[in-house]
């Protein structure tokens, strides 16, 4: 049984906005009080860890592991509740991020997992209610990096095939495609429109 509430995954390549968009999205649904909740990666007590996995380097089984792991204690302690209560939930990174960056993972390294794996893994979280997916292109990701002094962990290449990987699932899922490159108010408020195109229920 599908809860009251809905959920919206927002996904992308790395400084795609996403995180300030979701910020700006749940003020645009609080003022028109729409119930709204925020959930995203690297929120469960053992995020430090994963960080430090991931900055020491990691292989793909253990972020399997360690990425499903984070998410399901957001899952089950902010995602579920809030779901049952009725909230828009926006979450930033779900499932597809995981099956995307595994994907290209496999196309480029030998693992003694593979995609099923990961996607059998991560069958138990429920299927978005809306994908977004926002758009940049691998220049634009590699020169927000650099303005901002990130350190960014893929390189051109890899980033590239990330995005193709999101735009073909993008095409067979319930997906709404986003162009990021505007500026951030503009993208914000086109995301706000589908949404209160798609839930017209819950967002007045």
Known sequence: MRPKGKLIAFEGLDRAGKSSIIERIAEMLQRNNAPVTVCGELQSPFASVLREMLRKGSTPFLKTYLFASDRAWEYESRCLPALANG???????????????RTVEFQKTESFIDIDFVKSINSPFIIPDLSV????????????????????????????????????????????????????????ENVYQVIQKRFKELVP
Do not use: H, M
């Open 87 to 101: 909230d828009i939930v926006l979450w930033d990174r779900y499932v597809d991020s995981a099956i995307v960056y």
């Open 133 to 188: 997916y926002i758009d940049i292109s691998t220049d634009t990701s590699l020169k927000r990096a650099r303005q901002s002094g990130s350190t960014e962990p893929y390189n051109a290449s890899f980033l590239e095939e990330v995005r193709v990987c999101y735009l073909k699932l993008a095409t067979k899922k319930n997906y709404s495609i986003i162009n990021g490159e505007p500026p951030l108010e503009v993208v914000a």
